[in-house]
């Protein structure tokens, strides 16, 4: 069916056409005239926006990376580009201001609040903190915080660990040589008054009571011999303490004089070089019955060569004979504190020699004969006998300690067993040398593992060579021995007693004699008998 239109009715439509046309026309002008007049201030608002963040952000200083930051310009968008879009940026945007703004509140109101806060003060307790209450620092500043415990190895202890005798060794730095000390375990002493008994050895001392370098006794006073023979007159000697301790002679300060010693008299000594801190009496000086008295800083009483009576006690002497005038050495007799506690030495003389036999200490409070605790020594013979003239006479050591022996008197009257120390020597040696010590216990069959000991070699003898003349001053030698001494009869001895050592030589003929000696302030050898040591 076809529709028929008049020449009226087709303008009329065409009219409505353009009408249509234009309007729409104007309607897009019109947006697209508001889209690019809206471009510069949001580009604008955006801008600032960004810069009011990042200044905010940096004078708090936040690190939250969950915030939301505008690191970027909005990138100005095309003409193209659909309405929709761009409100939704634009809520993004004002959805940013609104958290940037809220967050400013925020932090104002902390800094308000921060104002508002009072001032910190030290709080001090009422009542001061005792550190000597607190028993352990350490324990409360090691308090581990970390919550996890360190993993420390502890050395295995089976059933038959057992504890040492105790040996210590060192060594010198300044002179090389070496030591070592082995104690005697002893029951403890009542108020700490009792013996210090030990076996010491040394790489650089000569034979002892135990051996090449062992040392065993107690304190000791003796006349000097580095500067010659003494002359065994109390006004002119020099004494030492203990075998290190140089003795002078000093004035006694008034109103210092002991009372122990009122009605006798006495010489006063203090050690050269002070350390000791000791008050030294010679009492009865230039008289056999000399004896010594020393005082220590806590008031204990020490007595060399006579108990506290003053009684002369001969064993405890190196005496020159059997009347024992002329005393070379006062070993420690007795000592007490002033507790009323005693520890009394007893010793053995023979050939000259006093050896320490036995030890008493915890004195019975009744009864100052009976005592509680005993060291007792025991010696046996040896080949190796040591003849000394350094005193001016013979002191022959012919004896060398076997064992020790501690026992206690639990009130049955008598002294039981608690320990006993044997001491082993080398069998094939022509010096004694100590091999080994066991510690035994109450039943002498039960014993810790010993204690073993090794020497370096050395030749048993030794010779001089043949020095012809000796002169005064000399520093070399251009001519050879006119002979060979392979006898090794010479030797250093100090023959007249000047302190110097002299070259002597014995008769190969006659052992024991000198034939001839050649002084050390030089000359020629001259003819010389006399009887000596050795054979």
Known sequence: MKTHCTESQK?????????????????????LFVLFAAVPAFA???DEDTADRSDRSSNTERTDADRTKVDETPSKPKADKPQDETSDDERRILKDQKESSDNATEIDKLKDIGKNLPDIKEVKPKRPIDPDKIKDFSAIQSVNKSGVSPQVLTRPKGSGSVSGMGLTFQTNLQTGSASLSIPVSIPPARSGTGPSIGLGYSSGAGQGVAGIGWSFGVSYIARQTDQGLPLYDDRLDHFIYGGGHEMVRVAMPSGEEPDFLAGHTYYYYRAKLEGIFMRIFLVNPNTPDSYFVVQDKNGTLYWFGADSDGNRVTSSR????????????????????????????????????????????????SDETRFQHAIEMQYGSRSDVLTTYQTGYAVTTALRLVNIRVKSDYGSGGHTLVRRYNFQYMPNSFHSLLKSVTMYGKDDTTHLPPAEFEYSEVDSYYQLEDMGRIAVGITEMDYSPSASLGDGRRDLLDVDADGLPDIYETDPLIPGYIQKYQKNTGGEFQSYREEMPGG
């Open 11 to 31: 303008l009329v439509f065409s009219g409505n056409i353009v009408m249509n046309s234009f309007t729409r026309f104007f309607f897009v002008l019109t947006a």
């Open 44 to 46: 604008q608002s955006s």
């Open 318 to 365: 190196v005496c020159g004979n059997v009347e024992c005038e002329d005393t070379f050495r006062w070993n420690l007799v007795q000592m007490r504190d002033v507790h009323g506690n005693i520890v009394k030495y007893t010793y053995l003389k023979d050939e000259e020699q006093s050896y320490l036999s036995k030890v008493e200490y915890n004195v019975h409070p």
